[in-house]
Every structure is written in structure tokens, then in C-alpha cells.
């Protein structure tokens, strides 16, 4: 029988309960109230004395109201035909949900159980499985998707009956599997996987090295994110944290692209309802929504279901990447998610760690940004879940709990910085202070050498020093004057400035300069270099600035102009007959 | 209020803080309202048959053996249209001597509207002013604040922004307002005749602090009423929100809760994010727009409150006094509204965002060419006429005096760009050069 319990307390959104019989750490349990059901999730026991986060609004709710637990943990369900859905944290499918506002214990099936499917099965009767492996595939949206065997099942599983190709329901029974003591599972198409378990049933997590294009040039050319990488974004309000990163969630070449937007503005979410469905993916010519899962749990919804909508979010993508896709998942913002844990943990009255942050958020930071990553998969097939988040400190400040204990695990760091936004100087990524550790991976060196040819990484790390000497020299021309510091000082400076204008600096609602492909991107670096390796001849630092903003101009106008159209090509040998003019010619 | 026959009445209360006091109670739901000795209060904490109070005007002077009554309701407003042209104190009583209002009892800080009822905003409030509606324009359906010292003059521009906008009802939720500028605010609104279309909830200095938490929720349930049922669009204004959040630190502190930064509550972004996002564009025309005002420490805006806010709202307004023309303008800089790119050159004049971006841009070079003057190196020519056209455009054009339709914003900006650059200085496209700069007069510059 269930166990039961009885509300002894209330605080907010953490009640109290009485219960009657054993329950589990983070199990999921409903409390009934003036006809309501809330759903709530243990986070605390003692002894008979649960302590519970509550999904909802508690008001009204009294002492002595019953509760019902499920026993289980919070799960998602998982099958065909959560593409283009818009859930809320909990996964509740936002579109089924009648009026205009939310009703409290309003909870709908995220799934559509009515709709046909044409499956196909991969194995046959006689076969054996292992957990999440293939035995069907059905098509949603053009993306082959996978009927996969029950996540987390031990050993090895025999295939007794699959369903031959045909239209079927996800709730239809297509394969019957046992195991070796006999023991027989009924499939359907649909999975259950609890959202804070990390579901590891692949072969191994080898350190990711693909390049995931993003059609961004301050990441791909300077520091590149890998497919099954991490990187998270930091930044103060108003330097386009959002812009930024819609343009990823827009051009990134993945398969299934996941955004959380957890605690965030709502008509944030309204301009992703609005323009998705219109635009096109760049790389395969479809819409864009196609390929896209909406988790919104805004600032206003309840906290608790905020701090679990990065988990369904997550567990959303396992499931995809055990099909052997590119999931993009992004996170805006993971530092609402550590004001939700602070919340708790404040009302728990347990002692506070930093800036009252709950002691363990370094772990809890840690292990979420450790469920992305590439994975080889049973089957051979690899799958991937590249994790970017975006951190908003407090007070633009960048040493405060949740900015350090992500860096010390997101591998890519995208630092946004006031002064470049401004300037209007965007994306506002600080070029020196930003990192991606994935350029110092043999793999990834490897790996786009194979791609791009010899040489790009040295190219990369002459343009990083290039721009970091251009600051120092800009520094000092601030204290020493114009006519304080050499010739030579004002033109290394301009070199920084030419690589910050051109490679850079990007216009994201430019229809042409907003995605440049890995390609072109390769062309503006080589170009750039090779204007920065030339040596010039001024007579004064005047000549310098008026030089370099004219070809800077040629420059833009050349990202701005289709690649390689006629405007393209005449820029092009507008810029070489302005180069040979100061150029100085090597014996 | 009146103690009904059924309700049952306590009299003996265990333990009295400033803010909070507790007692033994059974039956009795969260959020549910009571009274002590009169006194309203509402349910913050209960623990077994422990029921924690806050009272919201303090609980000074009252005695172990108060009365306690439970209400068995949340806080609540009773919406109808006779709300409008009325003033009401934080419980939404009468405070301008009129009868109670009859309407349907809705209580107050209800659910949020279901992200994908939303509409993406996209009409635009015009304000007459062309700091606000050149450079940073408002949408219904946006929350904005301003950013602005105590001293500086935010109430009455806030004032002139309610009343020059296109809206069906303008609420004002007063929170710790002083009473001259409460008495400032019912006059204005008294002697614009418009007075049928505005709703006051005041809470002033004079009214206990723990009472304005009330006022924002009170002022939204019933702007949700007139963008809900009757499909207007509601102008909300908040002053100021600041001393809203230190309510919520007065309060949070008396029930022993471990600060965060600036001694501000953990809770601080989902409380205000909880008002703030009820602005919103319902599909069926109704919108709820709010303007707030957020008053900063000597201009820090990394400080708790407006740093969450600004994390919370579509843009911020600064205001600045500058000294060139003695008038206090709508800082170009600073200033930001999210939401502006939605109408700006779509709902107004093509030549909007150029114009716009390009007359910020000269203004940033005359910033640039001032501290060259006052460090003392020497002006060029450019230089000069930047620093020209920064007073006349900051005159003419970001004065909170100003009151132009865009338009003439635009027309103004134009002559001012004739007068000081060439063409090629302004950086705009050639379509909008040949139309406004050439076209008029056929000369060139």
C-alpha cells in the first residue's frame, strides 16, 4: 500500500508531513487540498517528519490535509513526438493547458498518446538487447528516432516478439524481451527516466573532440565548443546574454536543440514561440522549430519546478543522445536555478554556504554539467549532449558562487563584459579572458586538422596574442599619449583592433553576418593574418588609425557582402590595391 | 471588520515580535488573513497547531490577550468598474471618503498567465518624450523601471508619462510615496479630468512599511481585471519598488531568515520577478504595461535590488541631470529598452533606428570629445561640432520637458544633423540621406 502522510507544517512552499509508512529521498508524493492536487517532492526526512519542496502555490493549504506518495522519483516521460512541444519544468505540455493562466495541480500528459506513428523494427525475435538499445526507429519531424529497450535494465535481453512495420501508438505493445531468468517485459514506445539520475547506458565517454559549429566567429574561430562540450556564459544585464544566445540555439549544427528557459523573462519564451516557427535551420533548410523542445518554467512560475526544469531539460537530452544524436542543450539561467536551491535550503534553515548559497552547490553545479558529453554507445554509434549555460552574476560580478563553481567545470568560458557592450563591440565576448580548453586537446587539434589543414591553432593563438598585446599597448597610449610610444606601438595596436572589428565583431541581425560557416571563417582568419604578418611603413601614428579604419571598412564590408558574390570579390581587390600602398615588400 | 457567529475567536498569544506574533491555532490556512485586536494580519508560518502572524501594521501595543479572528480568505480586492477614478489604502479600502466598491472578491497575487497565452508585444506607448520614445520606446505589455537617485524628479516624470499615454487605465500602486507626493499625484490626476480612468492604492511614509507589500498585488489584480475582462490596456505604475523590497527585508528578517546580499531576502528576484512579469500582451488586445520606479543608493545599480531587477525587466530608464543645459534628460547611455527593436521602424518612421543609433553615436563622440577638453588636450574641428550638437540634442530633444509626436523627434534629429555633420559623418543608409537630408531642399551639405 502507498504511504501516507498528513501536513504538519507549512512554510512557504516546504511543508511538513506526517507520514505512515517508508518513503524515499527526492520521491514524488501529492497533496491534497481544497480539491487540488500538488505535487511535491521529498527533500529532507526524519524519522516520521518529511520535509517536502512543494511545485506549487500552498496557499490555503491546512494542517492535517492529506497527502499520497507515488513511489517514485521525479521522471519524464519520454517517446516520439516531444519535438516542437513547449512543457513547462515539470514537462507538462504548456499548449494542453485550458484559460489563460495557470491553475494550480493542473498537470498534463506531455506525451500524445493518440497520434499514429509508422514504425520500423531494427532487430528481430531472437535477438538480444541490452538497456537503451535500438529495436525500432520511427520518423518525427525528419529526424530518425529510436525505439530504444527500457533505460537502466541489466544484462542482456532476448527479443521474444517485435511488431512488424506498420502505424502504431506509442502506448501499442511492439516488442515483448526476457531475460535469462525468464523474467518478461511488455514494450510500448514510451520511457520513464527519472530527471536527477543520470542515465549512463552507453559504452564510453571519451574526452569530446568534433568541432559544433555555431556560425558565431568569436567561438568557432576563437574558442571553439565541441559537440559533448560545455561552456557557459556569463555575463551582467544588457550585454546580450539572450541575443547571444538564441544566435547559438539558431545556427548550431545539431540535431535536436533543448532550451531551458528557467526563471527567465516570459516574453523571452513568447520571441522562441514567435520566430522559431518562421525561421529556417541553416543547415538542413527546415524550420527551426522543428528541431526544437521549449522547457519554460519563467520567473514567475513556481521555484521549486525551476530548480527541476534544468534536470527534465537534461534527462530530455540523454534520451535523445541515446539515439545516437547531437542534442544542444542551453540553459538560461543557471544562476535562477541556484536562487531556487537557495530558497530551499534557506527555508530547510540549514547553514549557509557563501553569499547564502546552500554548502553543496559546487557538487550540484558539478554533476549537472557532467551529465553532457559525447558518448560511444553500445551499438558503436556515437551521441552527443553539448551543454552551454548562461550564469547571471550578481551585480555584473564574476567572483561569486555560482560564476566560480561553474568555471571550474564548464570547459568553455564566454565571458560578456559591460565595457565592450558599451561600446557596441558584440557579441560582447571579452576576447582575453575567455577560454575553451578544448583547442589544447590533441583530439580537437587533430581533428581539425583533418577538417581545416595545418597551421589554424598557431593562426587561433597568434590572433589571441595579438589581441592581448593590443591591450597592453592600449594602455599604455592612455597613460603615455598618442606621440608617447613608437610608430610601431599604434600599428600592433590597430592589428588588435583590425582582428577585433573583422573576426570578432558580429552583426547578429545582419541576414549575411550573422552566420558565417566554418568555411568562410577560415578565409576571414587567413586573410586577417595574413594582413597581420605583413609589415607596414607609416611616417606618423595619424597615418596608422586612418590606415587601418579604412581597411577595417573594406573588411566589414566584405562580411557583410555574400561569400565569394561579385560585391565580394571587388572588396577583396579593393583591400590588396590598399595594402600594397603601405606595405612594406620583404627582400 | 465585522467577526462573523461561526468564527472562532483566540485570545492567547504565546510569543510577540515587531513584526510577527504566534499562537495556537487549529483549521487555519497559509496565506489566510486574520485579525489581532482589530489589526489585520495574514498567515506566514505554520508549524503543528503553531500559526506564525504578520502583522502588517505592527504589533505594537497589542497584548497576549488579543482577539484573533481568522478569516479563511487570502488577502483579496473586490473587482468591478466602479474601482476606477477611486483611491484605496493597501487593503483595498476607500481612502478618498467614497463608498466600499461592490464586485466580485478575487484574491490577490493569483496565478501567472501561461507563457504560450502570451502575445509577443508589439504597440507602442507613446510618451511625448524623446528620451523615452526616440531612443528607448516602450511596447505595451513591457515592465520597465526608472533607475534614479531619490532627488531626482522620477515621480513627476513618471506623472507625465501616465497621463500622455494612449492607455484605457492608469493604476498607480504607491508604496512608502511621501505624502506631498501623494497629494502631488491626486491633484494632477484630479485636474486632468482623467480621473475616471485611474485607480490609486497608496501606501505613504505615514502608513506602516510591512503594509506596501500588499500594494503591488493589489494594484495588478485589479489591472488583471481590466486587461482580462475587458480587454483594456492597463498602464501600471509602481513607486517606488525599492522601498517595496525593503519591506520584504524587514519582514524576512523578523522571522529569522538568512540574508543574502545587501541584508536582502534569498527570495528577492523570485519576488520581484512574481510582479514584474505580470506585464503582459493577451492576444485579445488587453495588456498590462508597468513603469516602476527603483531608487538607487548614490547611482550604484550593482546593489540587490536594482541589479535583480534589471535581470527581471525589459530595460532600464536612467535619468541624469546635465549640467550643460541645467535640465534633467533620459540618459542615452544607460538607458535601454529590450523591447524597442519590436516597433521601432515598423510602427514608426523607417528612418528610426538609424537615426536613433546614429544621433547616440554622435553624442558618445561628444562624451569622448569633452574629456579630451577637460584633460586638456586640444579639440579638432568634428570634435567641436559634436560638442555642438550634443547640447542642442540634449536640449531639444532628451529634456523630460520635451513633448513631440516621433516624427518630429525624428524631424528634429535631422536638422540637428544638417546643421553640425556631413552626410558621410552620420553614418545612416543612402535611402534615408537622400530622403530627410537631401530631399527636402535639394542642396547638398
Redesign the interface.
Known amino acids: 500500500m502507498a504511504t501516507k502522510g498528513k501536513v504538519t507544517g507549512v512554510i512557504a512552499n516546504m511543508v511538513l508531513l506526517a507520514v505512515d509508512g517508508p518513503v524515499a529521498q527526492n520521491e514524488i508524493c501529492f497533496i491534497n487540498t481544497g480539491g487540488d492536487r500538488l505535487m511535491a517532492e521529498v527533500i529532507k526526512i526524519n524519522g516520521a517528519k518529511v520535509y517536502v519542496q512543494v511545485f506549487e502555490s500552498t496557499r490555503r493549504l491546512r494542517i492535517g490535509e492529506e497527502a499520497e506518495f507515488t513511489g517514485h522519483m521525479l521522471e519524464v516521460s519520454l517517446a516520439p513526438g516531444m519535438l516542437s512541444k513547449n512543457y513547462d519544468g515539470l514537462q507538462n505540455d504548456l499548449d494542453k493547458m485550458e484559460g489563460v493562466f495557470l491553475k494550480r495541480g493542473d498537470y498534463t500528459n506531455p506525451l500524445d498518446e493518440e497520434k499514429i506513428w509508422h514504425f520500423e523494427p531494427l532487430v528481430k525475435a531472437g535477438d538480444t538487447v541490452v538497456a537503451a538499445g535500438w529495436i525500432g526507429s520511427v520518423e518525427e519531424n525528419h529526424q530518425p528516432l529510436k525505439i530504444m529497450a527500457p533505460f537502466g535494465i541489466d544484462g542482456e535481453w532476448t527479443v521474444k516478439s517485435i511488431a512488424a512495420a506498420g502505424e502504431y501508438r506509442i502506448t501499442d505493445t511492439i516488442a515483448v524481451i526476457a531475460n535469462a531468468e525468464g523474467e518478461e517485459k511488455k514494450l510500448n514506445m514510451i520511457q520513464k527516466w527519472p530527471v536527477r539520475v543520470s542515465m549512463t547506458d552507453y559504452k564510453e565517454k571519451p574526452r569530446p573532440f568534433k568541432l559544433l559549429e555555431t556560425g558565431v566567429r568569436t567561438i568557432d574561430t576563437m574558442n571553439p565548443i565541441v559537440e559533448g562540450g560545455t561552456g557557459f556564459i556569463p555575463g551582467p544585464f544588457g550585454t546580450g546574454k539572450t541575443v547571444l544566445q538564441h544566435a547559438i540555439s539558431k545556427q548550431a549544427e545539431a540535431d535536436i536543440v533543448i532550451i531551458a528557459a528557467c526563471g527567465e523573462r516570459a516574453n523571452e519564451v513568447v520571441e522562441i514561440f514567435t520566430e522559431f516557427p518562421e525561421l529556417v535551420d541553416p543547415h538542413t533548410g527546415r524550420k527551426l522549430m522543428e528541431r526544437t523542445i521549449i522547457i519554460a518554467n519563467t520567473s514567475n512560475m513556481p521555484v521549486a519546478a525551476r530548480e527541476a526544469s534544468v534536470y527534465t531539460a537534461m534527462t530530455i537530452a540523454e534520451y535523445y543522445r541515446a539515439m545516437g544524436l547531437r542534442v544542444l542543450l542551453m540553459a538560461d539561467s543557471t544562476s535562477r536555478w541556484a536562487q531556487a536551491l537557495r530558497e530551499m535550503s534557506n527555508r530547510m534553515e540549514e547553514l549557509p554556504g557563501p553569499d547564502a548559497f546552500p554548502m553543496d552547490i559546487s557538487s550540484i553545479i558539478a554533476n549537472f554539467y557532467s551529465r553532457a558529453g559525447y558518448v560511444y554507445l553500445n551499438n558503436g554509434e556515437a551521441g552527443s549532449i553539448t551543454f552551454i549555460g548562461t550564469v547571471s552574476p550578481a551585480g555584473g560580478n564574476l567572483k561569486e558562487p555560482v560564476t566560480e563553481n561553474t568555471k571550474k567545470v564548464a570547459r568553455c568560458f564566454y565571458a560578456l563584459e559591460q565595457d565592450r557592450a558599451d561600446k557596441k563591440r558584440y557579441p560582447a565576448v571579452n576576447p582575453i579572458d575567455s577560454y575553451s580548453k578544448y583547442i589544447e586537446y590533441p583530439e580537437f587539434d587533430k581533428y581539425i586538422t583533418s577538417l581545416i589543414g595545418e597551421g589554424w591553432i598557431e593562426m587561433v593563438n597568434e590572433a589571441k596574442t595579438r589581441l592581448l598585446r593590443g591591450k597592453e599597448i592600449a594602455e599604455q597610449i592612455n597613460i603615455l599619449g598618442d606621440d608617447g610610444v613608437p610608430v610601431e606601438y599604434h600599428v600592433t595596436f590597430w592589428k588588435s583592433e583590425l582582428i577585433d572589428f573583422v573576426v570578432l565583431q558580429q552583426d547578429a541581425f545582419d541576414e549575411i553576418d550573422a552566420v558565417t560557416p566554418l568555411e568562410r571563417q577560415q578565409d576571414i582568419l587567413r586573410m586577417i593574418t595574413d594582413i597581420c604578418r605583413s609589415e607596414y611603413k607609416f611616417e606618423e601614428f595619424e597615418e596608422v588609425s586612418s590606415f587601418f579604419k579604412k581597411v577595417i571598412n573594406i573588411c566589414k564590408q566584405m562580411n557583410y557582402s555574400e561569400y565569394k558574390s561579385d560585391a565580394y570579390s571587388s572588396y577583396y581587390a579593393e583591400l590588396l590595391a590598399l595594402l600594397e600602398t603601405k606595405q612594406v615588400v620583404n627582400e | 471588520m465585522a467577526t462573523e457567529a461561526f468564527q472562532k475567536i483566540y485570545t492567547k498569544i504565546n510569543s510577540i515580535t515587531k513584526a510577527t506574533c504566534s499562537l495556537k491555532a ?7 488573513l486574520a485579525t489581532v485586536n482589530g489589526k489585520l494580519a495574514q498567515v ?6 503553531e500559526v506564525t502572524l504578520q502583522v502588517f501594521e505592527g504589533t505594537g501595543g497589542i497584548p497576549t490577550d488579543a482577539e484573533v479572528v481568522f478569516m479563511g480568505k ?1 488577502p483579496s480586492l473586490k473587482v468591478s468598474d466602479q474601482l476606477a477614478g477611486r483611491f484605496f489604502n493597501a487593503y483595498g479600502d476607500p481612502i478618498d471618503g467614497g463608498p466600499a466598491v461592490e464586485g466580485v472578491e478575487v ?1 490577490i497575487g ?12 508589439s504597440e507602442l506607448i507613446a510618451t511625448g518624450i524623446a528620451g523615452i520614445d526616440l531612443n528607448n520606446t516602450l511596447v505595451t ?2 515592465k520597465i523601471p526608472f533607475f534614479a537617485d531619490p532627488d531626482q524628479p522620477y515621480n513627476q516624470v513618471m506623472a507625465n508619462v501616465a497621463m500622455r499615454a494612449e492607455t484605457d487605465k492608469i493604476i498607480l500602486g504607491g508604496m512608502g510615496m511621501t505624502n506631498d507626493d501623494y497629494l502631488y499625484f491626486k491633484h494632477l490626476f484630479s485636474n486632468a479630468g482623467a480621473l475616471d480612468r485611474i485607480i490609486s492604492f497608496m501606501n505613504t511614509t505615514e502608513d506602516p512599511a510591512v503594509e506596501r507589500l500588499l500594494i503591488p498585488d493589489m494594484a495588478l489584480t485589479a489591472a488583471e481585471y481590466f486587461a ?1 475582462e475587458k480587454n483594456e490596456k492597463v498602464l501600471v505604475l509602481l513607486t517606488d519598488m525599492t522601498m517595496y523590497a525593503d519591506a520584504l527585508s524587514i519582514v524576512s528578517n523578523r522571522m529569522d ?5 545587501d541584508s536582502m531576502p ?2 528577492l ?2 519576488d520581484l ?2 510582479i514584474y ?2 506585464a ?1 500582451q ?1 492576444p485579445t488586445g488587453g495588456s498590462i504595461t508597468i513603469i516602476a520606479v527603483t531608487t538607487l543608493s548614490g547611482g550604484d ?4 535590488v536594482p ?2 531587477t ?3 525587466t ?2 532600464q530608464l536612467f535619468l541624469r541631470r546635465d549640467s550643460d543645459i541645467g535640465k534633467v534628460i533620459v540618459d542615452p ?1 544607460r538607458s ?1 529598452s529590450r ?1 524597442k527593436q519590436l516597433v521601432a521602424g515598423k510602427k514608426t518612421r523607417k528612418d528610426h533606428p538609424q537615426v536613433m543609433n546614429a544621433a547616440v553615436r554622435l553624442y558618445a563622440d561628444a562624451a569622448n570629445a569633452k574629456t579630451k577638453l577637460e584633460n586638456g588636450f586640444d579639440l579638432t574641428d568634428y570634435d567641436r561640432r559634436t560638442l555642438a550638437f550634443a547640447k542642442e540634442y540634449s536640449d531639444q530633444l532628451l529634456a523630460i520637458d520635451v513633448n513631440l509626436n516621433t516624427e518630429e523627434m525624428l524631424d528634429v534629429t535631422w536638422e540637428l544633423f544638417k546643421k553640425h555633420f556631413k552626410p558621410e559623418e552620420v553614418n545612416i543608409r543612402k535611402e534615408f540621406i537622400e530622403k530627410y537630408w537631401l530631399g527636402q531642399n535639394g542642396e547638398k551639405a
Open positions: 487549529t483549521g487555519v490556512g497559509y496565506d489566510e506566514v508560518k505554520i508549524m503543528g497547531d487570502a484574491e493569483g496565478p501567472s498567465v501561461n507563457p504560450v497565452r502570451r502575445k509577443q508585444p505589455g513591457q482580462v531568515q538568512i540574508p543574502s546580499k534569498g527570495s528576484y523570485s520577478a512574481k512579469e505580470k503582459v493577451f545599480i550593482t546593489h540587490a541589479d535583480n534589471g535581470y527581471i525589459e530595460g547611455f535601454l523591447l
